[in-house]
C-alpha cells in the first residue's frame, strides 16, 4: 500500500467545513482547481460519484464511508488497482483539523503508488486551502 496525507486546521466548525465538503462532492459547488463531481444517488455509502478531475477524463467512484462532520471516502478502482480518498474533520481547540488522504492499494500498488500517488496527492495543501475559502464563503463569514 502507499499512503500520503495532508493536514491543516481551520478556525470553521466541522460542520461549516462538511457543508462544503458535501456541496463539492455532491456536484453542488465547483471553484477554480476542484475536481467535478455528479453524484448518482443519494449522499450515502454505497452512491456512485462520477469524478472529472481538471484536464483529464472522468471516471467512477463509489462512496464508502460518510459520517456526517467526521468523515467522507470514495474508492476507484482501476484493475487491480484501488484508490482510496478520504477526508477526515476532528474538532480541535481552535477550529477544526482536517485530514485528506490518499490510500493506493492492490498488487501493483508498490510500482504504480510512488509515481501516480504524488501526482494525485501534489495538490491537497492547496485544494484544502480552497476548501477552507468555500466553507467560509458557504457559512457568510466573509
Aim: hydrophobic residues 40%; glycine residues 8%.
Amino acid at each position: 500500500m502507499w499512503t500520503n496525507e495532508y493536514t491543516a486546521v481551520s478556525p470553521l466548525s466541522a460542520q461549516a467545513i462538511w457543508a462544503a465538503l458535501k456541496a463539492l462532492h455532491e456536484g453542488r459547488l465547483t471553484y477554480e482547481g476542484a475536481d467535478t463531481f455528479v453524484l448518482h444517488g443519494p449522499f450515502a455509502k454505497g452512491s456512485r460519484v462520477s469524478v472529472t478531475p481538471v484536464g483529464q477524463d472522468t471516471f467512477e467512484a463509489t462512496i464508502v464511508d460518510v459520517v456526517d462532520n467526521v468523515t467522507y471516502a470514495d474508492e476507484t478502482s482501476f484493475g487491480d488497482t484501488k484508490l482510496l480518498f478520504r477526508h477526515t474533520l476532528v474538532p480541535v481547540a481552535d477550529g477544526t483539523q482536517v485530514t485528506h488522504r490518499l490510500e493506493i492499494s492492490g498488487s501493483s500498488a508498490a510500482e504504480v503508488g510512488p509515481e501516480l500517488g504524488p501526482q494525485i496527492s501534489g495538490d491537497f495543501d492547496t485544494s484544502m486551502a480552497r476548501l477552507f475559502e468555500q466553507a467560509r464563503e458557504l457559512a457568510n463569514l466573509d
